[in-house]
Structure formats: C-alpha cells, structure tokens
C-alpha cells in the first residue's frame, strides 16, 4: 500500500478518526559531492530522493500533544502546559520534541495536537532520516500554527533542534535540502549565506545509483563532533596568522602550506580535506553544467580519497564497496557520501552498466564481508511539501 494511504489508516487507528488533517512529505537526500563543508561554511551539492518521511498531524483544543511512530509502533504524549523535554526513552521522539522546542522558541504560538508518521528512508542508511523527520515535522507544525517563518529559516530551526535539543552538531545541509529540493536538480548550497542554485540533474545514459554498505558503526556522532572540533583548532591557528580566515571556507593551500609547522598533523588533513572538498564542489558542478560526466565522476572518485585519508570518516566496508564499483566498467565515479563510518556510497553510472554492478559488486562484496549491500535508485525529487 502506497505510504500515504498506511498513514491514513494508521493515524484513524490511533487517534479516532482522519478529519482536518494535514498531511506532508519531507524527502532524504543523497550528497552528490561536498562533505563535512557545510558546518565550515563552504559548498554542498546535494539531491533530495524519492524515500521520504510522511506525517499527518492535526490540533486539539487542549496543550496535549501525541505522536504516534508507525515503524516503532509506539505512542508518545506530553503536554505543552510544561517545558519540552528530552525523552531517554522513546528516542525516536526527540527529533519531533526538538523541533516543537525550537519553533516555540522562534515565537511560534504552539497548542496539543496528534502526530502520526511513516518512513520510507531505508533505516541507518546515512540518507538523513532524522532531517526529513525534522523538516516533515517543521512543515506541519508551521501550517497548524499559522507561523509565518520562510522556508531557510525553517531548515535553521531544524538543525537548531538536532544541535541543541538531540545534541548532534550537524550542519545545515540535509535539513536544508529535505526543505528546499526541487524535482529534477541537485542544489549547490554556500552553507555561509544559504544563497542556492538548483543545477539540472540531466545524466543523459547515466544515473545516480546509491548503495548502502549495511554498516552503522557506533561513536558515529561523537566522531562527527570532533571532526568539527578539529577544524575549529584548524580555524584558531590559521587566524593567527591570517586574520581573514574565520571559517574554513575562507582558507585556501597557500595559507595551509604557509601554517604547515604550527598545524598538528591531524589537523593538517582535517584542513586540507575541507580545502580541497570546497574546490571540488564548484569544479565538479561546472563540470557536470557543461556535460562533463567524466569530469564529476572524478571529482567523486578525489572526495572520497580524500574522506578516507585526509578527513579519515571512510572504513574498509566503504572502502570496499568504492572500490569494486570503480572496476565496473561505466562507473564514472564513486564515494562515500553522508557523515561517514558507515552508511550509502553514491555511484554515478550507465544505465547499462547497472546490471553488471549488481552482478559483480554486490557478491564479492557479500564474500568478503558477509553484508548483502543494498542498492537503490533515485532521480531528484522535490523538496518538503503539503499533500
Ligand atoms: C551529516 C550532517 C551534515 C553534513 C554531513 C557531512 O549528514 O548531518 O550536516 O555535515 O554529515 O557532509
């Protein structure tokens, strides 16, 4: 049954009865190139795909409010006469939680309503699940509460609910994406002014294959917060001797080079991976404007070398994967793509070729690890929407 019509009945099981509904979408994204750039100010290109999250909320005349999570199967209720607070134990609520607090915090004059949502994001796959439930969440809210926030403004609450509220330090990429996709494009992103270009995603014979590795490794987020903590040492030494660099967006090789003795090695590379991801960004998207799928599938190929030396967020089933890929003959290129240790690799490719990925990658890759990898496909699709 489609996703919508499962909510429907959900929600009518749980809360009654489907009247005054609102529904809304909200897709996950896959990052085609410009990793861990976005909480240093620079350039991203992500897609939002056709897996998504879908909630349906209503008000009530009270400050109750209950979520219902169709694949927890679990109920949640609490009241808005109280602070909003971080549940230890339904998890999954506090991405919802966050956001309430972080809209309320906004000005936004929230009152008790009825949640019920739905997932169709494969589940661990780094294809920001929790962002599309953010931003599923935010539009809704938005809608029942007549809150008048443009749609950046938004996606800055989100993040604000996973930074402050779930205590993960994201940057603003996927919460920005799931908000402000459009069909048919990837968006380049200044993650320093939140200016955006919708650049066609016109693959002709090739398409944009994703395949998830079925590993999660643990730590991820503490890993995540210190990668940020090491590029804002980097930052620190940096603007000693160059005042201008406020973000490492403002850096280029001269100014790492030139700061070489007084760089630890570590973050060295830290530097140099966000350095030269940036410049990947507007190379690789010049690229693929003037229909240079070689060229962007290069630039794939030197983001994930440089994930996995340089900023050291790959591991060896990523690696694995990225590297049987490349031996396909019409893989263009392939990386990592997310927040890392773990996750989806993103695999540009000829329509043709796709048979010959899944009869080579996915064995030798299951022989060796024992995971049967994952893989799926998806055109740009459009940002959050109301149904
Ligand atoms: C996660 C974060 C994003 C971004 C990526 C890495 O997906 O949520 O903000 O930092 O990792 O590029």
């Known amino acids: 049954m489609e996703a919508v019509a499962v909510l429907k009945q959900a929600f009518v099981k749980t809360f009654g009865h489907a009247d005054g509904l609102t529904v809304v979408r909200a897709p996950g994204r896959v990052n085609l190139i410009g990793e861990h750039t976005d909480y240093n100010g620079g350039f ?38 109280c602070p909003i607070t971080y549940d230890t134990k339904e998890l999954w609520s506090n991405y919802l939680r966050g956001v309430l607090w972080a809209m309320q915090g906004a000005g936004a004059h929230l009152g008790g309503m009825e949640i019920a949502f739905l997932g169709t994001i494969p589940q661990g796959s780094g294809l920001s699940s929790s962002a599309a439930l953010e931003v599923a969440t935010a539009v809704a809210v938005r809608h029942l509460t007549d809150f008048n926030i443009s749609q950046p403004d938004l996606a800055l609450l989100c993040q604000k609910a996973e ?14 994406i799931s908000m402000l996709g459009e069909e048919g494009h990837a968006l380049l992103v200044d993650c320093r002014t939140l200016d955006y270009e919708p650049i066609p995603i016109d693959l002709g014979g090739y398409q944009i294959l994703i395949c998830h590795s079925g590993v999660k490794h643990s730590l991820v987020d503490s890993a995540y917060n210190q990668r940020r903590q090491e590029c804002e040492t980097g930052v620190r030494i940096l603007a000693a001797h160059f005042p201008a660099v406020q973000a490492l967006r403002d850096a280029n090789l001269e ?53 996995r030396d340089d900023y050291e967020v790959s591991c060896s089933e990523v690696d694995l994967l990225v590297d049987l890929a490349r031996k396909v003959n019409g893989v263009l290129g392939a990386r990592i793509t997310g927040g890392g240790f773990g996750g989806c ?43």
């Open 44 to 81: 991203v290109f992500p897609m939002a795909i056709e897996f998504d999250m879908v909630l349906a909320a209503r008000k009530r005349t009270d400050q109750v409010v209950k979520i219902h999570s169709i694949d927890y199967g679990s109920t949640v209720e609490f009241t808005l006469d």
């Open 163 to 176: 930074n402050e509220f779930v205590g993960m330090k994201c940057g603003i990429m996927d919460q920005f």
């Open 255 to 307: 100014m790492l080079a030139a700061c070489a003795a007084a760089l630890p090695p570590v973050i060295y590379k830290r530097c140099h991976h966000v350095i030269t991801e940036n410049e990947r960004v507007l190379k690789s998207t010049k690229a693929l404007k003037a229909g240079d799928l070689v060229g962007f599938g290069q630039f794939l190929n030197q983001s994930h070398d440089s994930l």
């Open 345 to 387: 690799t993103v695999n540009l490719i000829k329509g043709e070729a796709v048979e010959e990925f899944l009869a080579q990658v996915i064995p030798a890759y299951q022989k060796e690890t024992g995971i049967k990898a994952q893989v799926y496909t998806s055109k740009a699709a459009s940002g959050a929407e109301i149904l």
